[in-house]
C-alpha cells in the first residue's frame, strides 16, 4: 500500500505562471487535506476535501487558488498567477472516514514551489 | 494565533540524553497528534492521544496529555542522533480530522 504521493517533489515557477500541485491519497482514503508551509514555520491548513466535494476552505486564500478532487485521479491544487510570496512547501494529507472522532493523517512529501 | 504552540523553539541535547518538547493549545479538542518532520522532508507521524486519555507509550516516546491545563508534551528517551528533526503537535477540534499546527520545536541531538 503505497503511502500518500505528491507530484513534482519541486517545481519552479516564474510570477505570473500557474502551478499544479498533485496528491494521490492512500488507498481507501476518501478525506484529503492540503496544507502550506512557510520557511521555519508549522503547517498552515488550507482545504479539506472529499470525492468531488469541498468541506471546509477556510484556509484557502479568497483569490488565485482552487483545489478539487475529481471523481476520478488525484486531488489538485492549483494556484494562479503565482507571486514570490507563494513559495512555500505544500503538503497534502489523507485519512480514512472514522465517524466521530478525528484519526491518524498520513502526509505526502510534499511539493517544494519556488516563485522566481 | 496558531492553536497548538510548542516549547522550547529550540533544543540541544547530547545523544543519550532525554528530551522533553510542550505543547499548549487554546479551544477544547478531540485529540492531539505529534509529528516528526527531518529537514526539508514530510512529516512522520509519531503518536495520537485522545481527549480521554492522560498518558501514552510508543518505544522511547511518551506522551501527556492535561486537558485541564490544555497542554501535552513529548519526552523522547535515550536521544539518539537520528532523532534530529522538528517536532509538532497538532490539534484536531473538528469531526473530519482537520488539524492545527503549531510553529514546532527543533531538536538537535549531539553525537
Known amino acids: 500500500n503505497a503511502g500518500v504521493m505528491q507530484n513534482p517533489r519541486h517545481l519552479v515557477r516564474r510570477r505570473g505562471q500557474e502551478a499544479r500541485l498533485r496528491c494521490s491519497p492512500m488507498k481507501g482514503h476518501s478525506h484529503v487535506y492540503w496544507y502550506r508551509q512557510l520557511p521555519e514555520e508549522g503547517l498552515k491548513f488550507m482545504v479539506y476535501?472529499?470525492?468531488?466535494?469541498?468541506?471546509?476552505e477556510s484556509g484557502m486564500p479568497k483569490e488565485r487558488f482552487s483545489a478539487e478532487f475529481p471523481k476520478e485521479g488525484p486531488s489538485i491544487l492549483r494556484i494562479q498567477q503565482v507571486v514570490r510570496g507563494d513559495s512555500a512547501a505544500y503538503f497534502c494529507?489523507?485519512?480514512?472516514?472514522?465517524?466521530?472522532?478525528?484519526?491518524?493523517?498520513?502526509f505526502g512529501q510534499g511539493t517544494r514551489l519556488t516563485v522566481v | 494565533s496558531q492553536q497548538g504552540e510548542e516549547d522550547p523553539q529550540a533544543l540541544s541535547i547530547q545523544e543519550g540524553e532525554n528530551a522533553t518538547m510542550n505543547c499548549s493549545y487554546k479551544t477544547s479538542i478531540n485529540n492531539l497528534q505529534w509529528y516528526r518532520q527531518n529537514s526539508g522532508r514530510g512529516l512522520v507521524h509519531l503518536i495520537l492521544?485522545?481527549?480521554?486519555?492522560r498518558e501514552k507509550h510508543s518505544g522511547r516516546l511518551r506522551v501527556t496529555l492535561d486537558t485541564s491545563k490544555k497542554s501535552s508534551s513529548l519526552l523522547i528517551t535515550a536521544s539518539r542522533a537520528a532523532d534530529t528533526a522538528s517536532y509538532f503537535c497538532?490539534?484536531?477540534?473538528?469531526?473530519?480530522?482537520?488539524?492545527?499546527f503549531g510553529a514546532g520545536t527543533i531538536l538537535r541531538v549531539k553525537s
Open positions: 476535501l472529499q470525492k468531488e466535494n469541498i468541506i471546509d
Open positions: 494529507a489523507s485519512s480514512p472516514l472514522i465517524q466521530g472522532r478525528g484519526t491518524e493523517a498520513f
Open positions: 492521544i485522545r481527549s480521554n486519555e
Open positions: 497538532a490539534t484536531d477540534t473538528e469531526y473530519g480530522n482537520k488539524l492545527v
